[in-house]
């Protein structure tokens, strides 16, 4: 099993970035997928979610309307678009795939850091 999340980087306040995270090794569209950010000194928060079938997102309030959960089930990634990046965006942002059983495999992560 493999979740490889790319994408991340240093970008100003208020830039965009698109976050993808690749799997391979389980039945992707059986899962629902989350990013998840952890930052230096804090706990890490849930982001955003989407269902196996992608009909459902939530987020969290601190990226609601900023950020857009999406994944393509035939190329087995989803992705994160984050818009209007602040500088309590930066994060260790990682991907998540999540089991109907509540089994859950876990990527490296990727680095975001908004700063000018």
């Known amino acids: 099993v493999q979740l490889v999340e790319s994408g991340g980087g240093l970008v100003e306040p208020g830039g965009s970035l698109r976050l993808s995270c690749a799997t391979s090794?389980?039945?992707?569209?059986?899962?629902?997928m989350r990013w998840f950010r952890q930052a230096p000194g804090k706990e890490r928060e849930l982001v955003a979610r989407i269902s196996s079938v992608g009909d459902i997102t939530t987020y969290a309030d601190s990226v609601k309307g900023r950020s857009s959960i999406f994944r393509d089930n035939g190329k087995k990634t989803v992705y994160l678009q984050m818009n209007s990046l602040k500088p309590e965006d930066t994060a260790v942002y990682l991907c998540?795939?999540?089991?109907?059983?509540?089994?859950?495999?876990w990527g490296q992560g990727t680095q975001v850091t908004v700063s000018s």
């Open positions: 090794g389980f039945t992707f569209s059986t899962y629902d």
């Open positions: 998540n795939a999540l089991a109907r059983s509540g089994f859950t495999y």
